[in-house]
Each structure stands twice: as C-alpha cells, then as structure tokens.
Nanobody, 122 residues
Framework: QVQVVESGGGLVQAGGSLRLSCTAS????????MGWFRQAPGKEREGVSC????????LYAASVKGRFTISRDNAKNTLYLQMNSLKPEDTAMYYC???????????????WGQGTQVTVSS
C-alpha cells in the first residue's frame, strides 16, 4: 500500500505563489492516479485537481482552473501542485491522495497524506 506525505505549505500574501509536493513510498507512483484535495475549517473536503497515472489527463475545480497546475514526476515518485495568484479563499489544509481513477471525487481515493496547511493573507 502506498504512503504519501505532503510538503510545501505555508503563509503567503494574496497574489503570491506556492508549490506543494507529495512524495510517495511503499509503491511506485505510476501505479496510481493522484489527486489534490483541500478542506477549510467548517467546510467539506473538496477536490482541487487530479492527474492520471502517466499525466496525460488532468482535471481542475472551477475555482482554481487557470491558477493551479498539477504535475507528476514518476521517476521521483513525486506529485506537485503549483499554485499561482493565490486568494484568501484558497486557505485550507491541502491533502494529496492516491487512487485508481482520475476523478475529483474524494471517495475514490484510498491512500491519504496528513496534509499541509496553506494560508493566504489579504
């Protein structure tokens, strides 16, 4: 079973950028579709972006499309989320997850990290 660990979160001003990373162990990353999810206090977890095993297919939530870019380096067993033009409403705990299907539905993923906090100040 794959284990994933997120990193790269932090505090940034509105309009700034951050790059999140998610490193996998216990299995090779290219066995899995991967997704990024986020959860703000008092809100449900939402799908942010996902990518197929070879990276040929990517999906984005409407709220981040054009600002965020998901990518993966299977040779390094690492998933990335480049976040540009950050807004205060992007503030949340961000999680990466591994699954079988390329989907923004969190229930389709079965291996989750502990999360990394992203805080965007206005």
């Amino acid at each position: 079973q794959v284990q994933v660990v997120e990193s790269g979160g932090g505090l940034v001003q509105a309009g700034g950028s951050l790059r999140l990373s998610c490193t996998a162990s216990g299995s090779t990353l290219d066995d899995y579709a991967m997704g990024w999810f986020r959860q703000a206090p008092g809100k449900e977890r939402e799908g942010v972006s996902c990518i197929s095993r070879r990276g040929s297919t990517t999906l984005y939530a409407a709220s981040v499309k054009g600002r965020f870019t998901i990518s993966r380096d299977n040779a390094k067993n690492t998933l990335y989320l480049q976040m540009n033009s950050l807004k205060p409403e992007d503030t949340a705990m961000y999680y990466c997850a591994a699954g079988t299907w390329t989907t923004l539905e969190s229930v389709k993923y079965n291996a989750w990290g502990q999360g990394t906090q992203v805080t965007v100040s206005s």
